[in-house]
């Protein structure tokens, strides 16, 4: 017999949550994890801030979620943002909230989040081992143990907390996949999203190293507008990322044909944008054209629009015509890429897919296949905009995975 109630596989932020809750409840809990400290991806979460939630009410919350919102409705009604707030300064670690209410800690790091929770794991006497699970053993429908690089554990609990693919150097190799496929659950073809964009041709690459704070994206398949967003982006060598493009890409599909049209001036509309040039154009009377953009546009931008728009540079203000100068505006708040594809999902800040929804229970996050299995966490086929809301998933289906582990 073993002494050991609940084994946890993984030290990401729903692992650390669902240890914690279920050591805090008086359980003994084995935590799991692979690489030689906890929470390596949580470091990295907000550039090394970590937005750690987003202080929206309910609906936001449940609005930002892409696949499969009302799977999360319990696991966030038993542990909302509230309770991740709370969590978090109970413990001694501060937290602020920013710009779209996006949680960060008050120090700006990463690592006083991960130092909190180890903390907490300490508190909650939880037995802590770092080696890699190789499979998780099952005898008669009920989950027995796991198996590990030379032994075996033994728990009548196991709860799988090992994340999805994306930036596999942090742990994350999708191992949690391959545990609930062998063990008969369904997955939902994993993918990267909140993924940087590919686009064709040159333009993107003359762009590179731009950053654009107040652009309105759309994308859109052939005439329709399938998502918008209004924010900051940037240009690199193979097309554009940065927030409002990452959130596009999670409505992006293989195979299908994209267009993201930009609109450079989204507060301006076209009359008045072009009251706006002519303005500008008084001021330069007899400058040339290329020399009447620079309070408008990004210098990096000008030459690319005057290409676009196609006015001669050289043109002096005063003689650029209506028609040009409407031809100008239609280009400034229509700047369009066409869409080659999404960078690789070792680049993608979350992975979509993962273990199917139908097979877990949401009001506990047990398996509906394998008695005494839980899931939580990014391997689970929930994922969600940027904003915090991915690590309030984390933190939502952790919790319960946790609780429900040491109550049933
Ligand atoms: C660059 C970047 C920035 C991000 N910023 C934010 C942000 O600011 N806010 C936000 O909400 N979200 C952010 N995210 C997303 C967020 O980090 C993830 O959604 C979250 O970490 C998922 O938590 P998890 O515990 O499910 O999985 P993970 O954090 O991936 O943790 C899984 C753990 O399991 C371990 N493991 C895997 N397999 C095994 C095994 N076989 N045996 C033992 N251990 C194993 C891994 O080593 C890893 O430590 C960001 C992601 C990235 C990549």
Redesign the pocket.
Known sequence: MSNIDIIV???????MMAAITAGEQGKKVLL????KF?????R???KGR????NACEAEDFFRNIVRNPKFMYSAFYTFDNNSVISFFEESGTPLKTERGNRVFPVSDKAGDIVDCLNKRLRRANVEIIR????DIIINDGKVVGVKLTNEEKYASKVIV????I??PV????G??YKFALRSGHRIVEPRGSLVPVECEGKLCRELQGLSLRNVSLSLKKGEKEIYSDFGEMLFSHFGITGPVVLSASAHIKDNEKYTVVLDLKPALSENELDKRILKDFDKNINKDFVNSLSELLPVKLINPVIELSGIDPRKKVNSVTKEERMNLTKIIKNLTFKVKGLRPVDEA??TSGGVSVKDINPSDMQSKIVEGLYF????IDVDAY?G???????FST?YLAGLSAAEN
């Not at 915090?388 to 998933?393: A, D, E, K």
């Open positions: 596989i993984g030290g990401g932020p729903a692992g799991i994890e692979k690489n906890m929470g390596r991806k949580l990295i979460t907000g970590c937005n750690v939630t080696d890699c699970v190789k907390a090992t994340g999805g994306s930036y942090t742990g994350s190799t191992d949690g800040v979350v939580c966490g990014e391997v940027t915090g809301f991915n690590l309030q998933i984390a952790g």
